[in-house]
């Protein structure tokens, strides 16, 4: 069982930078793949950013340049640099935990309870 708790998320004017966190509960953090992912209002969860566990990036085309996601897994954390923000990425940020298992089974997520952004002026 692994639970996630965000936090970092404001309201920030355009052109603004925010960091997020996503601390994690449980054991053996370091063999979760982690990613952020967000939802604005009326559109689909889309992914943000992965890392997986060997430190490994994807980023989201939209996001690329601007956001940084890492990962401390001597505290459990995973980060989410956010820089040169549009009012575009306002969304309902949402932390996410991915394990994969063999055989093709589905993987095992938890998600986070979610972490609103606003850009705007």
């Known amino acids: 069982q692994v639970q996630l708790v965000e936090s970092g998320g404001g309201l920030v004017q355009p052109g603004g930078s925010l960091r997020l966190s996503c601390a994690a509960s449980g054991s053996a953090f370091g063999r979760w793949a982690m990613g952020w992912y967000r939802q604005a209002p009326g559109k689909e969860r889309e992914l943000v950013a992965g890392?997986?566990?060997?430190?490994?990036?994807n980023y989201a085309d939209s996001v690329k340049g601007r956001f940084t996601i890492s990962r401390d897994n001597t505290k459990n954390t995973v980060y989410l640099q956010m820089s040169s923000l549009k009012p575009e990425d306002t969304a309902v940020y949402y932390c996410n935990a991915r394990k994969n298992l063999p055989y093709g089974l589905t993987p095992i997520n938890y998600w986070g309870q979610g972490t609103q952004d606003t850009v705007s002026s």
């Open positions: 890392i997986d566990t060997g430190g490994s990036t």
